[in-house]
């Protein structure tokens, strides 16, 4: 069953804290992205990667890192540096260029 | 870079009635319009895209169409159901860009019996 995989679905950090969201693709699709999702903001995005060992800022970066060694995963680290952390963080990927983006079910991160 | 707006932030219509969201954007050389629909407490999807080299598209009850002079993009929902209810999101997307879209703010679409 092909899809992608967002864990865990609720998150508590405490400030302070690094925490680490992951996603999983069995798509075999290159290219990857994170978006944060907040009330009346839509989707912002974060980081991309368009191949393995390969990503590209977004444009809200600050606070967060990535990485890409596995073409099926692209974890993303929400740092202490993030100012603003409590959001709902939604993983996806695509075949290609301007092509149709599938999301996973996404991770609430909480701050406590 | 890219910036999509879209309007309206909400929007009530009653069942069978037409519902309209409307996008601009900003660059010029987007050529990519992916509408995605959230339904509550679940992940965003694809309905219909349209790219720059037609100006309308249609799949049975939705349809998009596209002004690159005016540089706008609406989506049109004829018969509306109450599973139509849902946040819609539009997008714009440029070749060569990474598929790095920009999304618009949503619009939270309730379909009223």
């Known amino acids: 069953d092909g899809g992608i995989t967002q864990s865990p679905k609720y998150l508590f950090r405490k400030e302070g804290q690094n925490v680490t969201l992951s996603c999983e693709q069995n798509?075999?699709?290159?290219?990857m992205y994170w978006y944060r999702q907040d009330p009346g903001q839509g989707l912002r995005l974060i980081y991309y990667?368009?191949?393995?060992?390969?990503?590209q800022k977004g444009d809200i970066a600050e606070g967060y890192s990535v990485s890409r060694e596995k073409k099926e995963s692209f974890p993303l680290t929400v740092t202490s540096a993030q100012k603003n952390p409590t959001a709902f963080y939604l993983c996806?990927?695509?075949?290609?260029?301007?092509?149709?983006?599938?999301f996973g079910q996404g991770t609430r991160l909480t701050v406590v | 870079g890219e910036n999509v707006e879209q309007h309206p932030s909400t929007l009530s219509v009653q069942e069978g009635d037409s519902a309209v969201i409307k996008c601009t954007y900003s660059?010029?050389?987007?050529?990519?319009f992916p509408w995605y629909k959230q339904e509550l407490g679940k992940r965003p999807q694809l309905i219909i895209d349209?790219?720059?080299?037609?100006g309308e598209k249609k799949d049975q009850r939705i349809a998009v169409t596209l002004n690159k002079t005016a540089k706008h993009f609406s989506l049109h929902i004829t018969e509306t159901q109450p599973e139509d209810s849902a946040v819609y999101f539009c997008?714009?997307?440029?070749?060569?860009?990474?598929?790095?879209?920009?999304f618009g703010t949503g619009t939270q679409l309730k379909v009223e019996l």
């Open positions: 996806a990927s695509s075949l290609g260029e301007n092509t149709e983006a599938f």
């Open positions: 798509l075999n699709h290159d290219a």
């Open positions: 990667s368009q191949i393995v060992n390969d990503f």
């Open positions: 660059d010029s050389a987007s050529n990519y």
């Open positions: 349209i790219r720059s080299n037609v």
């Open positions: 997008a714009g997307g440029v070749t060569g860009g990474g598929n790095k879209l920009t």
